[in-house]
């Protein structure tokens, strides 16, 4: 009986360790895995700022999986970049050149394109013209905003939006590639939006949540960011409430969307961490620094002020839209995310993963993307989303 209880207790230690993960070699962080989704491979933006695409559609593939409809979907970013172009132009000449153009965006461009226009397999749409080549839209984002700000700065004729949104998409056409309006794909015939149907997905699922106190709670409004530039409303929860959504989330099998500022000195990418020390990382000396990244730190407990003076101070601003696809936990307790990213695999030792701290990511946030399904019934019904 002692044998048998003896095998049994190494076999469970080694399953625990087994299922233990670090963020690098020589580290001494220890994950143990609570939660873990499943997800595609990880893609490379490479040289341009089109996060919010690449994240969007890791998180459209991952509810693929889910609704059971298969898991080798590699859906084109390009296709959604593309189609994003002409109506950020639009909005631009609008309003007089007064407002944001660019590569950046927010979750809500690449679902206002499901919508619209439909979605594309990468195979069928790469937005390449060297299948070789990285991304790199340099060129192509010049060129564009030399259309749009004569097109704004001209007051003495009528804009002919036709003509503007013809040019923008030559141009497009000029660096990306032309996007096919019907394609065969696995022995199918389908259009954009014929695909995006097939896909199980219903753009009406989505809904956007975050938690700032200049807004009242339990309410909708235009998150002020300037990649937000077509004003998309977002339920605003407190951070408490915003904190529980994403590990309910999780715990019932939804991945979300995260669109968070990285430009925190504990947000340690190639050493496959965000972390927020409770000890401010400015105070550390030289040696502290070095072990952050090798032995966990107790971390600091966010509340909504210093979350909220963050934001107002512009120190936390919207610069990276991730992919969160599990829940982790360190040998101190501590809860952890894991984020997919869209660097490429290699330059860190997670595979293109990184561990990021609840701390981090109740401190970091700007908004989350996540499927209404996923909302436990209270906070549903907080927001008015079921009675």
Not at 5 to 21: D, G, H, M, P, V
Not at 72 to 96: G, P, T, W
Not at 232 to 253: F, R, T, W
Request: proline residues 3%; contains cysteine.
């Amino acid at each position: 009986m002692k044998t048998k209880l003896f095998i049994l207790f190494i076999s469970s230690t080694i399953a625990l360790i087994a299922q233990e993960k670090t963020n690098k070699k020589e580290s001494e962080y220890r994950f143990t895995t609570i939660k873990n989704l499943e997800a595609t491979p990880v893609q490379n933006q490479n040289m341009t700022s089109t996060c919010w695409s690449f994240s969007a559609l890791s998180f459209f593939e991952s509810e693929i999986i889910r609704l059971g409809k298969g898991k080798d979907y590699n859906l084109s970013e390009m296709f959604i970049v593309k189609k994003s172009y002409a109506q950020k132009a639009d909005n631009y000449i609008r309003m007089h050149g007064k407002t944001n153009f660019g590569e950046g965006g927010e979750f809500s461009d690449a679902l206002n394109v499901i919508k619209n226009y439909g979605l594309m397999p990468e195979e069928i749409y790469t937005g390449k013209k060297d299948i070789n080549s990285p991304h790199n839209h340099k060129s192509l984002e010049t060129k564009l905003k030399k259309i749009i700000q004569t097109a704004s700065l001209d007051e003495t004729d009528k804009i002919d939006f036709k003509l503007l949104h013809d040019s923008v998409n030559t141009v497009c056409d000029e660096f990306l590639g032309k996007t096919p309006d019907n394609f065969e794909y696995k022995g199918k015939s389908y259009t954009a939006k014929s695909y995006a149907e097939s896909t199980g997905l219903n753009p009406d699922d989505y809904i956007f949540i975050t938690s700032f106190s200049h807004h009242p709670f339990y309410s909708k409004f235009v998150l002020e960011v300037p990649d937000n530039w077509n004003w998309e409303s977002m339920y605003n929860l407190p951070i408490n409430e915003l904190q529980e959504v994403m590990s309910y989330a999780i715990n019932k099998g939804y991945s979300i969307a995260w669109a968070a500022d990285v430009s925190e000195k504990g947000f340690l990418y190639t050493d496959g961490l965000a972390i927020n020390p409770e000890k401010p990382i400015s105070n550390m000396s030289d040696e502290e620094k070095k072990k952050l990244s090798i032995k966990p730190h107790k971390q600091l407990a966010i509340n909504q002020d210093i979350r909220q003076k963050a934001f107002d101070n512009f120190e936390t601003q919207d610069d990276h839209g991730m992919h969160i696809v599990g829940l982790v936990k360190d040998q101190l307790n501590t809860p952890y995310y894991l984020v997919k990213n869209s660097w490429g695999k290699e330059r860190n030792q997670c595979d293109g993963y990184f561990y990021a701290s609840e701390s981090y990511v109740l401190f970091k946030t700007t908004n989350i993307m996540i499927n209404k399904n996923a909302l436990a019934p209270i906070i549903a019904k907080k927001l008015g989303i079921i009675q």
